[in-house]
């Protein structure tokens, strides 16, 4: 017998997101036009060379007409990716309801939503009639372009049935899910109604991923409590089958950033913040504008500051850049007006004539203003309320290797669990304490900034986005393969 996974060429892999990572844009009745978005993933799997990726997901954009699909179909496969095209209505029950109103604050531990509970369960109903139904429909798409050998990785808590409807498909097919939030302790997950499905669902997967080992922890736990499966060091066993369970923290293309520093446009900019703001010792927040990322709490705690160091009031900004998120949900809007209402009140309190404390921005930074703002920052603050992992504080240590600059990093972070050796913990909710370690970090010694930088720095170049994406698939290779071995034993 041979090792199945053997082959002399570049193996499939079949990238499964709720969204592919262009934006589509109608141009006419059949054109489009096409822009890569590089998020985290994209570059991630931009970098790894071993396998010929290719791309499933919604193109975000409404399609009703047949000729249209036909041509953004054509156009998306010159970029590798084939669309999953959703309806209105789907998009707003699955994607708007289950999803996002649902799985994102309950897997971020803000509970589910309970303000008229006759009318949330009806809803509930049929939202998560709808997520299964797009769920379906992914699947669908995937198994017309499956070939035998590729490997299936699904992202993400949009896409948790995926792994169960693509078994159904074919039971051979080796199908990875990969979850890219935190996964809550058992006692949170269990008061979904949909708790037991959700997890069978998942664990039809070969091979279930997490950024940390306690995420990781919780799933298992989730599975034996709530299902009355074991748990094992591996994963979760059900008759006889095994799920393996793992964690995967992912990381950043940190070469990108690093040589971005070099590039003359970036320098430019780099010039001009020193001028901005000479004098001042700058602090920044990188984050969409969401509940789980702590702006308030963030903005509050560098408010206590200020009252509780009036010599640092002119000497020190914070730049709070917030790109919108969710817009048309109504706790989103919300959120955004009592943002801009705090800044208002402390520039209002702490401001002069020449200079306000915080320089709050509700948009998005192209990719090289944004790498000129990490490395011009002396202090940077992610307070998140919970995170799956926080990307904002790999990049800003892979812009550092200059300055040395401090990170003040949420304990609630995945991050924290890798960067923690450099970084200064804190308890976001803890305002008192946050103020306290911004003013640890602006009064830091070089020689401390140095030594904690370099902690972070090589974490941060050692275990790369690619990295991650390679030790993922070579895991689940691996993992069918012990699973077919067993299997013949
Ligand atoms: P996000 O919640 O989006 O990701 P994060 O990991 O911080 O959070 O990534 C955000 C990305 O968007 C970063 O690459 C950042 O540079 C960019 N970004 C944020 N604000 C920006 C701005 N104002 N302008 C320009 N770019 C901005 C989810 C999970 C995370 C997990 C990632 C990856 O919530 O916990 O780390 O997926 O798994």
Request: aromatic letters at 10%; charged letters at 25%.
């Amino acid at each position: 017998w041979e090792r199945p996974d053997v082959r002399p060429f570049r193996q499939r892999l079949l990238v499964v997101a709720n969204r592919l990572p262009v934006s589509a844009v109608r141009r006419g009745e059949e054109s489009w036009s096409l822009e890569i978005s590089a998020g985290g993933l994209v570059s991630a799997l931009l970098g790894v060379k071993e396998f010929e990726a290719r791309w499933i997901g919604w193109a975000g954009v409404n399609v009703p007409d047949e000729a249209g699909q036909r041509a953004l179909t054509k156009a998306l496969a010159e970029k590798r990716c084939i669309p999953v095209f959703l309806d209105e209505d789907i998009v707003h029950q699955y994607y708007n309801g289950y999803c996002n109103n649902i799985l994102w604050p309950l897997f971020h531990y803000l509970g589910l939503p309970q303000e008229d509970r006759l009318a949330t369960t009806r809803s509930f109903q049929s939202q998560f009639a709808a997520y299964k139904k797009a769920n379906k429909m992914f699947a669908a798409v995937v198994n017309e372009h499956y070939e035998e050998g590729d490997v299936v990785w699904c992202h993400d808590y949009h896409l948790m049935f995926l792994p169960k409807y693509l078994k159904e498909y074919n039971s051979k097919m080796k199908v990875g899910w990969f979850l890219h939030t935190p996964f809550p302790s058992s006692e949170i997950h269990r008061t979904l109604p949909s708790r037991s499905e959700l997890l069978r669902a998942v664990l039809a997967a070969d091979l279930v991923g997490f950024h940390t080992y306690d995420y990781a922890r919780h799933f298992v736990s989730a599975c034996t409590r709530i299902l009355g499966l074991e748990g094992t060091p591996e994963g979760v066993e059900d008759q006889g089958r095994l799920t393996r369970v793992a964690a995967f923290p992912i990381g950043i293309d940190s070469e990108r950033f690093i040589r971005a520093l070099d590039v003359p446009q970036v320098q430019e900019h780099i010039r001009e913040l020193k001028e901005r703001f000479a004098g001042r010792k700058v602090m920044l927040g990188v984050d969409r504008l969401d509940m789980i990322k702590g702006i308030p709490q963030k903005i509050l705690a560098f408010e206590k500051f200020l009252e509780e160091n009036p010599t640092w009031h002119e000497k020190v900004v914070l730049l709070q850049i917030a790109v919108p998120t969710r817009t048309d949900v109504p706790e989103y809007q919300k959120l955004t007006s009592q943002v801009h209402e705090i800044v208002g009140r402390i520039n209002g309190r702490f401001g002069t004539l020449t200079a306000v404390p915080i320089h709050h921005l509700d948009r998005s930074l192209d990719f090289h203003a944004l790498c000129a703002l990490y490395a011009v920052t002396d202090v940077a603050l992610v307070t998140s309320l919970r995170d799956g992992m926080n990307l904002v504080s790999y990049e800003f240590v892979a812009c550092q290797d200059a300055k040395k600059g401090v990170l003040i990093l949420s304990e609630f972070a995945g991050a924290a669990q890798s960067l923690g050796a450099g970084a200064i913990l804190v308890n976001p909710w803890n305002i008192t304490e946050v103020a306290a370690s911004i003013d640890q970090a602006l009064n830091m010694s070089a020689e401390e900034r140095e030594k904690r930088h370099q902690l972070n720095f090589e974490h941060v170049t050692n275990h790369t986005a690619q990295e991650w994406a390679e030790t993922f698939v070579s895991e689940l290779n691996d993992t069918v393969v012990e699973a077919q071995l067993r299997i013949r034993q």
